[in-house]
């Protein structure tokens, strides 16, 4: 009994390697100090659904802190959305190129289909920080 042949008549596509979208720890806004320093110094804008606060990195690189409470967002899966959401709307903006920590803070939940809304808020939030 013969054995079966490959089952793909060409050649495999070579992909060109994917790129990590994951925030380094150098681009993350990390411990207690560098949240309050951004709360209390900081400047703000905000919207009806986030807050964002900014102020001057001592770093050539900005850093993004998201603050997504709990009493808002109930569940890990709403939490982990509204964080992808931000980072992806920081990462196409031009707040990601300036010497800024920018902490983001959720202020009141918004329904699924607020979706495209929402983002166009932070988007709008996140313009123009000097």
Request: hydrophobic content about 45%; some cysteine; glycine content about 6%.
């Amino acid at each position: 009994m013969p054995k079966a042949g490959l089952a793909w008549l060409s050649e495999p596509i070579r992909l060109p390697a994917i790129r990590s979208a994951r925030f380094a720890k150098h681009q993350r806004l990390c411990g207690a100090s560098a949240f309050d320093r951004a709360f209390k110094i900081g400047r703000r804008k905000t919207g009806r659904h986030f807050a964002v606060h900014w102020i001057a990195s001592n770093d050539l690189q900005g850093r993004l802190g998201l603050v997504v409470p709990k009493r808002l967002t109930r569940t890990g899966v709403a939490r982990n959305f509204v964080k992808r959401m931000v980072r992806e709307v920081y990462r196409q903006s031009d707040a990601i190129k300036s010497p800024l920590n920018v902490v983001v803070r959720l202020k009141t939940m918004f329904a699924p289909g607020d979706r495209q809304v929402v983002r166009q808020e932070l988007e709008r939030l996140l313009a123009n920080l000097e």
